[in-house]
């Protein structure tokens, strides 16, 4: 044991072991910069634009979310004097109002969300399977048939989205020109509530339509045929073939376009907001549109708008984490 000890004491000058991770970190970051810059370089800019964009706004929602932040006590400007904020930390306060129901604007409009979410998914999937089934078997002119169907998807979404504002005009519009030719009275399409929400629908499956079909015909193209031709020569009817087969073999693209779609429909602002603006008792709005309208509409409430964004943001992520695990241990 003494013999140890001395040969430990008559070490010259060891290095401290601290030092020596550091050092290694560093040279391998080195030797990583050295072998990779030019990539580190061209994702640099996409990382910038990700975080101003993206995580840095997200990051101050979060923040708003635990103020009591308005337009009444935010920092402004008034001329040349300025007046400091005046908001303070509240903690949790925002979130208990929406999810206690104490608010009472979050459940309803979640209510309509969800009706809103799954009859467009459900309604869309479904006449673009049809669709894509029929422009999957050979057909004159199948080419010329996908372009027209695509073109909803081709033009911008606020186009199309007034063009169908105007066929909806309870004066000029078409519609009503079509039923008054067989004698109808016209009608004001966007007037009360049930009308305009039956009218978002129409006209979000009239936009989400093309790409499902496309995302579909992709999907039934990937099934070999030789599954339809054995299915065929043991008897399957069209129906078995259709459930035994083209079922099963879209499972992959249906699990991800149904994700996609669901996300997307949960937060279409665009289709709503451009379709009724203002003209609305606030039953149509669902979460993301009356999140807008407490941002930017009246007195606005920045810190309750922020805490409906995280809401959904956490009912989108908890939502997709489900239905992934859900369809892995499907696959598995």
Avoid at 224 to 245: C, I, K
Wanted: aromatic letters at 14%; one cysteine or more; a positive charge.
């Amino acid at each position: 044991m003494t013999t140890a000890t001395v040969e430990r004491a008559e070490r010259p000058g060891r290095p401290a072991r601290s030092k020596e991770p550091r050092r290694g970190l560093l040279t391998t970051i080195a030797r990583a910069w050295d072998r990779h810059w030019y990539a580190w370089a061209m994702v640099a800019p996409v990382v910038i634009v990700i975080g101003v964009l993206v995580l840095y706004p997200l990051g101050y929602g979060v923040y708003l979310s635990f103020t009591n932040a308005t337009a009444q006590n935010v920092a402004t400007n008034i001329g040349p004097v300025h007046i400091p904020a005046s908001y303070h930390f509240v903690g949790l306060h925002n979130y208990w109002q929406i999810v206690s129901g104490k608010d009472g604007d979050f459940y309803p409009r979640l209510e309509w969300t969800v009706i809103w979410t799954v009859a467009c998914v459900a309604i869309t999937y479904s006449l673009g399977l049809a669709m894509a089934m029929l422009l999957n078997r050979p057909m004159r002119f199948r080419l010329l048939y996908r372009l027209a169907l695509i073109l909803p998807w081709a033009v911008p979404a606020f186009v199309g989205v007034f063009a169908w504002r105007l066929m909806f005009n309870a004066q000029y519009g078409v519609f009503n020109d079509l039923i008054n030719v067989v004698g109808l009275p016209s009608q004001d399409w966007l007037g009360t509530p049930f009308a305009q929400k039956v009218a978002v629908i129409i006209v979000n499956v009239w936009c989400g339509v093309p790409f499902m079909m496309v995302a579909i015909l992709g999907g039934l193209q990937a099934v070999p045929t030789e599954l339809y031709e054995a299915a065929e020569m043991d008897g399957a009817s069209p129906l078995q073939r259709f459930t035994h087969v083209t079922v099963p073999g879209l499972r992959p693209v249906t699990s991800t376009v149904i994700l996609l779609s669901t996300v997307w429909t949960f937060n279409m602002f665009p289709i709503i907001y451009l379709l009724l603006g203002s003209n609305t008792s606030g039953d149509t709005d669902i979460l993301v549109t009356f999140a807008y309208e407490k941002a930017f509409v009246g007195i606005s409430d920045y810190a309750g708008a922020a805490s409906y964004g995280i809401v959904i943001l956490l009912i989108l992520v908890a939502f997709s984490t489900f239905y992934r695990s859900r369809i892995k241990t499907e696959q598995s």
